[in-house]
């Protein structure tokens, strides 16, 4: 599956079923950080091809200028993207585990060493925890769309670019994006951090809110 196959088969294939079940065309978009990312490419695709069935979109953590990606950045190198592109061609994706190894070496006091004194050291039992556990539930990447993806939007910054990126045939530009959008970022996302986020509000064209919450990536965006 390639980067184009996630827009076709997602959100574009969605907006059809949605008007075959329902009969409305119009719908609200809603996407979160990676699937954001994709829903800014999907609407200036749409916006290629004249298609103004999305009336709103709300963007959770979403990138769009990804220059400065914080310590992420240490992960995706042109040895390391080298060294994923030969291991996935091995097998066809990416295990969900490689993924978040990496966010929780990023989070290391938090993701790791709490546990190795709480439950190791000391012997207690971990408490419950309900981010961790939807933390845990991770995802196989295909590896077709995840090369495309960090070879294009992280190391080209394409996004950013006027034409750079094409999905399925169509140059894609963001400045054409005339939707109305919601951004909100959270101040300690080290994933997605909020001055990559904050870009969209010159780029995107559309009456655009951008909101700067507390906590982290997770957190900030379920916290009340």
Same mark, same amino acid.
């Given at each position: 599956?390639?980067?184009?196959?996630?827009?076709?088969?997602?959100?574009?294939?969605?907006?059809?079923?949605?008007? /075959?079940?329902?009969?409305? =065309?119009?719908?609200? #978009?809603? !996407?979160?950080?990676?699937? &954001?990312?994709? $829903?800014?490419?999907?609407?200036?695709?749409?916006?290629?091809?004249?298609?103004?069935?999305?009336?709103?979109?709300?963007?959770?953590?979403?990138?769009?200028?990804?220059?400065?990606?914080?310590?992420?950045?240490?992960?995706?190198?042109?040895?390391?993207?080298?060294?994923? /592109?030969?291991?996935?061609? =091995?097998?066809?994706? #990416?295990? !969900?585990?490689?993924?978040? &190894?990496?966010? $929780?070496?990023?989070?290391?006091?938090?993701?790791?060493?709490?546990?190795?004194?709480?439950?190791?050291?000391?012997?207690?039992?971990?408490?419950?925890?309900?981010?961790?556990?939807?933390?845990?539930?991770?995802?196989?990447?295909?590896?077709?769309?995840?090369?495309?993806?960090?070879?294009?939007?992280? =190391?080209?910054?394409? #996004?950013?670019?006027?034409?750079?990126?094409?999905?399925?045939?169509?140059?894609?530009?963001?400045?054409?994006?005339?939707?109305?959008?919601?951004?909100?970022?959270?101040?300690?996302?080290?994933?997605?951090?909020?001055?990559?986020?904050?870009?969209?509000?010159?780029?995107?064209?559309?009456?655009?809110?951008?909101?700067?919450?507390?906590?982290?990536?997770?957190?900030?965006?379920?916290?009340?």
């Amino acid at each position: 599956k390639s980067f184009e196959n996630y827009m076709l088969e997602g959100p574009l294939a969605a907006m059809d079923a949605i008007e /075959e079940a329902t009969g409305e =065309k119009e719908v609200n #978009l809603l !996407g979160f950080c990676i699937g &954001g990312i994709l $829903s800014v490419a999907t609407l200036a695709y749409m916006a290629a091809k004249k298609d103004n069935r999305v009336k709103a979109a709300t963007f959770l953590t979403t990138m769009v200028d990804l220059t400065d990606i914080g310590e992420a950045s240490i992960f995706i190198d042109d040895d390391q993207l080298t060294a994923m /592109e030969d291991y996935m061609a =091995k097998k066809g994706y #990416l295990e !969900g585990h490689h993924m978040s &190894g990496m966010f $929780s070496l990023l989070r290391e006091n938090d993701l790791i060493w709490s546990f190795v004194v709480n439950n190791y050291l000391l012997g207690k039992e971990p408490l419950p925890f309900d981010l961790l556990y939807w933390n845990s539930d991770s995802t196989r990447l295909p590896a077709s769309m995840l090369i495309y993806y960090l070879r294009n939007f992280y =190391k080209k910054n394409g #996004l950013m670019k006027k034409n750079e990126l094409e999905l399925n045939g169509v140059p894609i530009d963001i400045e054409k994006v005339k939707t109305p959008s919601y951004f909100l970022s959270t101040k300690d996302d080290h994933i997605a951090p909020w001055r990559s986020c904050y870009p969209a509000v010159h780029k995107l064209k559309g009456p655009v809110k951008f909101v700067l919450g507390g906590s982290g990536h997770i957190g900030g965006v379920v916290n009340p």
